[in-house]
């Protein structure tokens, strides 16, 4: 266990479950994250987003449209459930207790965990072509992924705060643009030195170098990243990607004119965020800079 882990742990910050990268959160951890979630609403506010709230669900259908498992089937949570007869129910709940198997007693259902708070979205658009000047969507999800690590900064279960642009193809790319520069500043105005950085996504299997490598050269993704329990390998808070029209094609999302969208989305790893703080000014946020704290909490 890292030791920032153990700090937060012992107190209470965190409360673990006996599950790497599943936690609960405590009452200071979880006030300083709905506290930075209402700073980022302060400064949006003039962007007049759409705001949307999805549960933490996708259906499996649109799921399996988005081709997230060509890219991640390592990292997805599809849902499962008991669906037979009574009489399967005793042999069920034996193999429980001898502790035996008992996925293969499972059938899929038609939902999968979110794994990034933009996915329920772009299937909703797809109805009618988009009004002139495209959309802005704001979206919170709880988010999950498979990947079990005894880092605090990579959960299972997380929040994706996530702006998403729904536009033409210029007005993506530079609306994606200006929000490195922007969100740069709202972080380093709460005392976190955050650099950006190209980046790529953690495609799976061999396949995956080459979408990696194609990603970065076209300069697809950006993070802003700063150091959390890892110094030596900076942590990602905040992701800015730019999908071109993949999501457009796939759900069939157009824009007034008729022509293809594209769109961009950046997000906030809430958690990431929220332990940057920890991290970067104590793990009391009553002794934390002024200037933090009129901005958090004023
Ligand atoms: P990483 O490279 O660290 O795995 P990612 O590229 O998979 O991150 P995105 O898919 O862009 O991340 O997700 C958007 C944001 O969600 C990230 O910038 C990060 O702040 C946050 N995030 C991603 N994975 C996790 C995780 N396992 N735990 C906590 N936050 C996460
Ligand atoms: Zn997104």
Redesign the pocket.
């Known amino acids: 266990m890292s030791t920032l882990l153990q700090e937060l742990i012992a107190k209470g910050l965190l409360i673990p479950t006996g599950v790497d ?1 599943v936690y609960g959160r405590g009452g200071v951890f979880e006030d300083v994250l709905l506290r930075f979630d209402g700073y980022i609403s302060r400064l949006a506010i003039e962007d007049k987003a759409d705001v949307m709230r999805f549960p933490p669900l996708v259906t499996r259908e649109n799921f399996e449209k988005s081709g997230y498992l060509k890219s991640f089937p390592h990292l997805a949570g599809p849902v499962f459930s008991f669906n037979r007869p009574p009489a399967d129910h005793a042999t069920l709940l034996e193999r429980v207790q001898a502790k035996e198997p008992w996925g293969d007693m499972l059938e899929m259902t038609d939902t999968v965990l979110t794994p ?1 708070a933009c996915y329920p979205v772009y299937p909703t658009l797809a109805h009618a072509p988009l009004a002139k000047g495209g959309r802005l969507v704001d979206v919170l999800s709880y ?1 999950f ?1 498979h ?1 079990p690590s005894i880092d605090p ?4 279960m ?1 929040r ?1 705060r996530e702006f998403i642009r729904i536009a033409s193809a210029e007005e993506c790319h530079a609306w994606r643009d200006q929000w490195i520069e922007r969100a740069g500043h709202w972080l380093q105005d709460l005392g976190l030195p955050a650099e950006s950085a190209v ?1 790529n ?2 495609f799976f299997g061999r396949g995956g170098k080459m979408l990696a490598a194609n990603q970065r050269s076209q300069e697809l ?1 950006f ?1 802003l990243v700063v150091p959390i329990a890892t110094p030596e390998s900076p ?5 800015f ?1 730019y999908h071109q029209e993949h999501f457009e094609k796939t759900f069939g999302i157009t824009q007034a004119d008729g022509e293809v969208a594209h769109t961009a989305c950046v ?3 809430m ?2 965020v929220t332990l940057a703080l920890f991290k970067f000014h104590g793990l009391d946020p009553d002794k934390w800079p002024a200037g933090v704290r009129d901005r958090l909490f004023g």
């Open positions: 990268g990034a988010c992924r990947e900064a990579r959960m299972q997380f994706m980046a996504d953690p993704k993070e942590t990602a808070i905040m992701s990607n997000g906030f790893g958690e990431r």
